[in-house]
């Protein structure tokens, strides 16, 4: 059965302990200079009167590096180009350090008796000696951007969100400072449920991290609401069933991923999957794949759920010398969309048409922009069957969306915030409005020359067999030049078994047909996984074994960087 929160065992060594009275009695009894450090969703007030009340027996003295911003208007100008002024859509990756929300750090002299708690972001930048990080996962912050609370965006406490800049200027700064911060934690808050927070000290996070990162892992999965989205994750996995729809599913995209570590459903603390990337990189990815990504992991696995849902808009993805020099993303979100479920009816939508007139289409798409002209995507686009089991390869560049009725598994490249759309059937937003149409970023990067029957012969692949055995076979289902990662699928006997090993890459795994597989490791590690769950296999796994489930049949998707 699908696993709403899969759940992992800290280290041996690890402290973990819940609530502020646990947690403050972690605290040193001699004069200490304590900074909490994390991102603004935390309420920064709440958790400074909390520890103050939880440090009874101990003087506390409180400094909240917010007060110490640089103006509003400074710090704009400090993370905000001219050209992003010119973009209502996008922005570049900023790539500023945490310390320009500051023109003067605030001083934080050792007191001479008791605890000095500085907190905020960029707290750790004051010299402190003892690191903390109260963490929210980023989906809270989203959640906070759309309701329009106040104090979401970084250095700017008490103003109106700014989704846009959430997403192109705090996380790339909060990301690089917490990931910098990583080896030297001395605890780590989650502040889910802001009464009983869970505390996990920091070598215990450090060696959780350094055990997983050699095992099999899952990632919490979560389903955000969109315009478009269906209800089968609702009906089939249980989750939000008082939500409007469930239309993205974040099954591992890595800068938003969490890992469960924990006792239980009130003793865990929820950490990010990216963190385990900058302190085990080859681990994790692989020697060759770190050389190549960094510390980004750069596969991502999610769910489109269209079923009882409408048509995603029409869009495609940047370029790679676009994404990199206009966006700030060293590598492009090549695409594939494989189809766990697709009705009768349901359409693919995916490159051009072979007597497509890109003028025309550009016409088309700008009434329907600026005049709501209704237009058919099909007499510019290709559309395709929504075939079960059938792979879509998507280059960057490619028109492309999903049509409605399928839960589509989207195996991608990591960068995630580029869609370029052309055409969103005229559907306003939560709020009524029109959603953004940023055709022109479109039109700069369609790739005019993929059409006609080269879509269907080189991105409606078929598959290929590589290996087989005793009641399994491995085939490929799609795989491309210009993409560096491809996709595999296990087809599997009730009962069969199948030898695999990572050779110094990881790779991802997910049950798209049939009741599961049993995950076996080299080093005696085992790993359930059910229907439509998703697995990453660290490159250090090694040699690992695939059984099936005795009630049946099972297919397993597998990609990995080529």
């Not at 700008?366 to 879509?392: I, K, Y």
Request: glycine letters at 10%.
């Amino acid at each position: 059965m699908y696993r709403l929160d899969p759940r992992y065992a800290p280290a041996p060594q690890a402290v973990l302990t819940v609530g502020w009275q646990a947690a403050a009695a972690q605290l040193p009894s001699e004069p200490a200079v304590l900074a909490v450090e994390g991102p603004p969703t935390v309420d920064w007030d709440a958790l400074a009167e909390h520890l103050r009340r939880a440090l009874t027996a101990t003087p506390v003295t409180l400094l909240d590096v917010r007060g110490h911003y640089a103006p509003a208007a400074e710090i704009r100008t400090r993370t905000e180009r001219p050209e992003d002024e010119e973009d209502p859509y996008f922005r570049k990756l900023a790539d500023n350090p945490l310390d320009d929300l500051f023109d003067t750090l605030p001083a934080a002299a050792r007191p001479d008796e008791g605890l000095l708690v500085v907190y905020g972001p960029g707290a750790a930048l004051v010299d402190h000696d003892l690191l903390w990080y109260a963490d929210l996962p980023k989906r809270y912050a989203e959640a906070a951007a759309v309701a329009g609370t106040a104090g979401t965006n970084l250095g700017l406490p008490g103003e109106k969100p700014d989704l846009r800049r959430l997403f192109y200027a705090d996380w790339p700064m909060l990301d690089r400072h917490r990931d910098a911060l990583a080896p030297r934690l001395d605890g780590w808050l989650d502040l889910q449920d802001p009464d009983r927070p869970v505390w996990l000290d920091g070598p215990g996070l450090r060696a959780t991290y350094a055990a997983l990162a050699r095992r099999p892992v899952r990632t919490r999965p979560y389903f955000n609401s969109t315009p478009w989205g269906g209800h089968w994750a609702q009906r089939t996995l249980g989750f939000g069933p008082d939500a409007r729809n469930t239309a993205l599913g974040y099954e591992l995209i890595a800068p938003e991923a969490g890992i469960l570590v924990g006792t239980g459903p009130r003793a865990q603390a929820e950490v990010p999957f990216q963190l385990m990337c900058v302190l085990e990189p080859q681990s994790v990815l692989g020697a060759e794949v770190h050389a190549r990504f960094g510390t980004s992991f750069p596969l991502r696995f999610d769910y489109l759920d269209t079923v009882g849902g409408g048509n995603l808009s029409v869009h495609c993805h940047p370029k790679e010398p676009y994404m990199r020099e206009r966006f700030g993303w060293p590598y492009t979100q090549h695409e594939t969309y494989y189809m766990t479920l697709g009705g009768p009816g349901a359409k693919v939508f995916l490159g051009l048409r072979e007597d497509a007139d890109v003028d025309v289409f550009r016409e088309r798409v700008r009434q329907a922009a600026t005049e709501g002209t209704p237009m058919n995507p099909e007499d510019h686009v290709r559309a395709f069957p929504a075939e079960q089991g059938q792979l879509f390869m998507i280059p960057a560049g490619t028109p492309h969306a999903s049509g409605a009725g399928n839960l589509v598994l989207e195996i991608s490249a990591t960068p995630y915030l580029y869609s370029l759309r052309f055409y969103d059937w005229l559907r306003p937003d939560a709020d009524g409005n029109p959603r953004p149409l940023p055709y022109e970023h479109g039109f700069a990067n369609l790739e005019t020359g993929r059409r006609g029957a080269a879509v269907a012969r080189d991105l409606v692949q078929q598959p290929r067999t590589v290996r087989e055995g005793t009641g399994w076979r491995e085939e490929v289902i799609g795989a491309l030049d210009e993409m560096f990662y491809e996709v595999r699928r296990y087809v599997l006997d009730a009962g069969a078994e199948a030898d695999d090993d990572t050779a110094g890459r990881f790779h991802i795994l997910n049950v798209v047909e049939g009741d599961g597989v049993t995950v076996h490791t080299a080093a005696g590690d085992r790993h359930e996984l059910a229907y439509a769950e998703t697995l990453t296999v660290p490159a250090a796994v090694g040699g690992y074994r695939l059984r099936a489930a005795d009630g049946g049949p099972v297919r397993v998707v597998k990609a990995l960087v080529r």
